[in-house]
């Protein structure tokens, strides 16, 4: 019966466990947000920087610009259709004329990145009418650190199409997501020490729980694995009784009867000093 317990116990112990290692590992952020975006050229390095960006996903982000002639309102989503174009990423709406182009695509996306920054790249615009070779329009979306920013604004526009290639038009993110993580104040030796701590807690609290509340123990039975942690205990001591131990326990009360002599001489050598000279 004894054995069968400690083998529920042992089970116990290993369960607790498992339950802490899970709770510890949740708190992966998701990516879910970013997987309709499609690399330009796929690489591993250009898939993370892109998993950064993963807070930012499924939110219109828009910014309208004015001069005397044109009113524009240009609409940003990471990997998901701007303004509801179909696999359009970045788009601009004309809004006297009510129209709409696109400025780039998500199915052909760059990434990079630094420590506090990406830079986005959605290629495959709707190619320009006379400017730059007529070639396809490009959006880069420079995305910056900044903690202060719960929701991200999107910030100034630059089009830059007076040259024969190459031209872009340039937004501004700022936003929390990319920021480098804040270094955590814990050393690894610390973190190590304070999860043991929880597991020995953990171990006694659920242990003490189960014997006294599941198996009905009492005083001191109630510690769990009571009988295994008794036996360790004196195979311990015997451990240490066989190796510290420099002679035999039998010996040691004769040992103790010789000792006894030096014992008082040295008694009244010491006590000689009292006396005066
Ligand atoms: C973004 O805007 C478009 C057009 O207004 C809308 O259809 C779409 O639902 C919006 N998406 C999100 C995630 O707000
Ligand atoms: C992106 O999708 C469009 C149609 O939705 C397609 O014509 C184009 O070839 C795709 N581009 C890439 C790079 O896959």
């Known amino acids: 019966m004894k054995v069968v317990n400690r083998h529920i116990g042992g089970a116990f112990l290993v369960w607790t466990l498992a339950v802490q290692l899970v709770l510890c590992e949740s708190g992966v952020p998701t990516t879910d947000g970013i997987k309709n975006c499609k690399l330009y050229s796929d690489s591993e390095s250009e898939r993370k920087v892109l998993n950064r960006l993963a807070p930012l996903a499924h939110r ?6 004015k001069n005397e002639a044109e009113s524009y309102t240009y609409v940003f989503q990471l990997c998901g259709d701007a303004w509801g174009v179909p696999g359009a990423g970045v788009v601009q709406v004309d809004n006297t004329k009510k129209e709409t182009k696109v400025i780039g695509m998500y199915n052909a996306t760059q990434a990079y990145g630094g420590s506090d920054w990406v830079i986005l790249i959605y ?23 900044n903690r202060d920013m719960d929701v991200a604004q999107l910030g100034s526009v630059l089009e830059d199409r007076e040259r024969n290639q190459d031209c872009f038009y340039l937004f501004e993110l700022d936003s929390s997501a990319v920021c480098p993580p804040i270094q955590s104040q814990l ?3 610390s973190i190590i020490l304070i999860i043991g701590i929880c597991v020995v807690a953990v171990y006694l609290i659920g242990g003490f729980l189960y014997q006294r509340l599941i198996v009905g123990a009492k005083g001191m039975e109630q510690f769990p694995n009571y009988a295994f942690w008794v036996e360790v205990g004196n195979l311990t001591a ?11 326990r039998e010996e040691a009360p004769a040992y103790r009867g010789v000792a006894t002599e030096p014992l008082e001489e040295e008694q009244e050598e010491r006590d000689d000093h009292l006396l005066p000279m």
Not at 123 to 145: L, P, Q, T
């Open 187 to 189: 050393s690894a030796g």
């Open 60 to 65: 219109n982000f828009t910014i309208e610009t």
């Open 123 to 145: 290629r495959d615009g709707e190619a320009y009418d006379g400017h730059c070779s007529k070639e396809k329009r490009r959006a880069f979306v420079m995305i910056s650190c």
């Open 238 to 248: 015997d451990g240490c009784d066989f190796v510290c131990r420099s002679r035999n």
